[in-house]
């Protein structure tokens, strides 16, 4: 699928204006997916309407809610099928979400399940960004995907978070668990309100207020009223080495077999971006086609991603 798939980038990367004018409408309809350990996932599957099928498809998996617009709608209008699904305990899926836990064992059955159904032409790719990136990677390992387009992540979470020598993410740890455990506690239909949410909430008192919290222990205490055993435990495990904390959380992709054809995009601003540019010397060694876009971003340009990748990049 590498040409196929891999123009996914390229529409990131452009406007319609310069070659990518809409192709076609779609429709849109929820639908249950694939079942794992008795775990419901659900999604939304937009397909072209008015193009005969089937279609090469891209997946997208999201803890931030399937109806949110990421770049769906656009690529369903350039002829691919998009699956977006909520991912385990998130929203419509059932099940407990346990960051990172559980992406690699859904991502292989969701893809799996894609192959499957008629609306697909056998192709399947998987891009998104931040933890949608994580998602994407998760599928890589056992030949899974066909072309994976990863936006401002990386495969390697343990060193996302914890810095060369021991360091914190400060800013990744705070604004992940105030938007995911916060912010999108009341998250409903409306596709925009996740940016607007976010938007509003960048001015809260209570971010502010965790910012300026130490410990950083005592975060979760100020942003949701009361302990998150995640965080509490990830960090109790931070230079643990009996820990079994990381245990199928840490690295989403091994990169000890060849991986299919991929285009990195991140951001000379991001906190990821050491971990992108390790990814892609990664898939270079492994003779596959590999190539990486850096743009004069941050991580928190994600929302407006498409107008900052317009302008000019390195």
Known sequence: MGSEV??????????????????CEFT?????TAMVEGVVLRGS???PKGLEGPFPSVLMRTPYGRKTEMGQSFLARQGYAVLVQDTRGRFSSSGEFVPVQHEQMDGAATVAWMRQQPWCNGKVGATGGSYLGFTAWACVDGFHLDAIVPIITQSNIRSAVFRPGGAVSFELVVLWFYLVLHLMK?????PLSLPKKLWNGM?????????KSLPL????????GSQNAFLQDGLSAHGNEASRFWEGKDKLCSFERPIPPCHILTGWYDFFLEGALEDF??????????SLTIAPIHHWSLLGFRAAANSRLS
């Open 6 to 23: 891999l123009g996914l980038s390229d529409m990131v990367l452009k406007d319609r204006e310069k070659g990518f004018k809409p192709r």
């Open 28 to 32: 849109v309809t929820s639908i249950d």
């Open 45 to 47: 599957l937009l397909l």
């Open 186 to 190: 009341d998250l409903h239909e409306d």
């Open 203 to 211: 001015r809260e008192r209570k971010l502010r207020r965790a910012f």
């Open 217 to 224: 222990g005592k975060v979760d205490e100020i942003i949701l």
């Open 281 to 290: 010397a990664k898939a270079q060694s492994k003779g596959n086609q590999a």
